[in-house]
């Protein structure tokens, strides 16, 4: 996985000018090491506050595109599963956005996280590499979190707690991006499936000139020193929309 870029856009989900900086996002590119330019493949945005709001901008782009998730924090809960019982909780009717709203599996997805983070090895399977200057911020976001143990009722309970005096969207980000790249099938795709696209995306343009300008500037992943990442993002300012770009395969927004 290779964390491109983190940002904010502030503003509220129902702003004019919010959702036309979301809608610019969503059709952005950057380019690879090839020097071509990638878009996003699938986006997921936050759909568990302000759930008719995020739908009403949803529904404006391809559920191919961009879906709504929500985390789940059962151990047991799935990787991915779509809602198919979203109702309304007074008439009981089936709700216009359950046909493309996902819960994630979020205490599996952070388990698997915090082991790759500390990952050395750029070949180790799910190794995470972050881009040269995100500040401190982010990374204290990302790992604001942590597993701890309770007693209940004879039995030891283990849940996830946060720091309640650090925010936590670095790390809501990087689970959302992770679930747009499940549901696009990053992690089921055959083996010629990957070698079409490596020859669609890792190859250079014939007879283009790679702008030298644009690969100095790009994602240059840092590996973290002494096996655990380097402390590093802007303050993430409220209410407005977080996103994070994953890879080439997924991207996401979260509030």
Not at 78 to 85: H, M, Q, T
Request: aromatic share 8%; net charge positive.
């Amino acid at each position: 996985m290779y964390v491109i870029e983190y940002g904010a856009i502030p503003g509220h989900i129902a702003d004019a000018d919010c959702q036309e900086r979301l809608d610019a996002l969503l059709k952005q590119t950057w380019p690879n090491s090839v020097g071509r330019r990638l878009g996003i493949d699938m986006a997921a945005i936050d759909g568990n506050a302000w759930t008719e709001e995020v739908w009403e901008f949803a529904r404006r782009h391809p559920a191919s595109k961009l879906i709504m998730v929500r985390g789940r924090g059962e151990d047991t809960a799935p990787l991915l599963a779509k809602v198919r019982r979203e109702r309304n909780e007074r008439t009981g009717k089936l709700l216009r956005y359950s046909s493309r709203f996902f819960n994630f599996g979020a205490s599996g997805l952070k388990m698997g996280l915090y082991r790759n983070v500390a990952k050395t090895d750029p070949m180790a399977r799910g190794y995470v590499a972050f881009p040269r200057g995100l500040e401190d911020e982010y990374f204290r976001q990302l790992t604001a979190e942590r597993r701890t143990a309770e007693k209940r009722h004879g039995f030891t309970v283990w849940r996830w707690t946060k720091d309640p005096s650090q925010a936590n969207e670095g790390l809501d980000t990087i689970l959302q991006a992770e679930a747009a790249a499940i549901k696009w099938g990053v992690r089921g795709l055959p083996d010629a499936i990957w070698d079409k696209l490596e020859q669609e995306r890792e190859q250079p343009v014939a007879g283009q000139q790679i702008d030298l300008e644009d690969l100095l500037s790009g994602p240059r992943p840092a590996p973290p020193a002494g096996g655990a990442p380097a402390l590093p993002s802007s303050p993430v300012a409220k209410p407005g929309r977080s996103f994070s770009r994953s890879g080439g395969k997924s991207s996401y927004m979260e509030r």
